[in-house]
């Protein structure tokens, strides 16, 4: 027994369960705006048509969000979250958007919100960014709740992380002013009697009346005798305007004639 050698080790380990970061919403919303309320939020931006998390309710907002009408070519941006892993663990999370309301009959709501992945593994110390789209198909709001769970998470403090979603439909909307545009046809100026080779300008305005961006076209029918003084699409903010003018220079003797249309893109009620 004397000559036997000891080799004394010492053993040590740490215990972890998987789990995220469900508390930090302003890493969460690090994209967004986030604040006591929406009301508070929109007061800081100066404007309504903004992301962002109220803290108080526990809802995140789309905002104002242009109505997608069948045929419509253009998708909204999706709003990302960062989902992260503080723990010395990977994890395994599972995402869903849940009905406000759980449904009564059969048939499940089609919810306007998008995940772009339905499973995500965060190594140990990282973090990974879920996408959520919203497309509203109407004029109204909508809700539902955001969860994401870590099947495996022991910790109820960081094994789920749920807050409600909310969005608006809206429509872009742009109204013209100016001079009375309406004769026995209907919707026509009449610049009158003028002199060969002199220019007569007439100047309209385009309100962004709306919510949300909306964008104006217009399209003049090939006449020398006309033409504008914009570019062929002018994009205007919520409550922005923009003038632009009509130009009449007669080239020739007789009734000249010319057709400006004005459509607002994304909806389909407006074109005149």
């Not at 040590?12 to 302003?26: F, L, R, Y």
């Not at 955001?146 to 439909?169: C, I, M, Q, Y």
């Not at 919520?238 to 003018?245: G, H, L, R, V």
């Amino acid at each position: 027994e004397g000559d036997t050698l000891y080799k004394e080790c010492l053993l040590a380990a740490q215990s972890a369960t998987p789990g995220i970061d469900a508390a930090n919403v302003h890493s969460i919303f690090e994209e967004h705006y986030v604040a006591p309320t929406l009301d508070d939020a929109i007061a800081f931006a100066g404007r309504s048509g903004i992301r962002a998390f109220d803290e108080e309710a526990r809802y995140f907002s789309f905002g104002p969000v242009p109505a997608l009408h069948q045929g419509s070519p253009e998708t909204p941006e999706p709003a990302r979250f960062r989902i992260t892993n503080p723990n010395p663990i990977a994890c395994d999370v599972k995402f869903e958007i849940k009905p406000t309301v759980a449904p009564t009959g059969k048939e499940v709501p089609v919810l306007p919100f998008e995940l772009s992945s339905k499973e995500l593994h965060i190594p140990a110390h990282e973090y990974r960014y879920i996408k959520v789209r919203f497309s509203p198909q109407a004029l109204q709001r909508y809700s539902a709740i955001f969860e994401a769970t870590v099947p495996e998470g022991k910790d109820p403090k960081t094994n789920s992380l749920k807050f409600e979603l909310r969005g608006d439909g809206a429509m872009p909307s742009i109204a013209l002013s100016g001079p009375t545009v309406f004769g026995d046809n209907g919707g026509q100026y009449d610049f009158g009697k003028g002199r060969v080779g002199k220019r007569h300008l007439v100047e309209f305005t385009l309100y962004n009346q709306g919510e949300v961006p909306a964008t104006a076209r217009f399209e003049l029918t090939a006449k020398s005798s006309f033409s504008l003084s914009c570019p062929r699409r002018t994009t205007l903010e919520p409550k922005a305007s923009q003038k632009f003018q009509v130009l009449f220079c007669p080239m020739e003797r007789g009734d000249l004639t010319a057709s400006l249309r004005l459509q607002t893109m994304q909806n389909p009620y407006e074109d005149t």
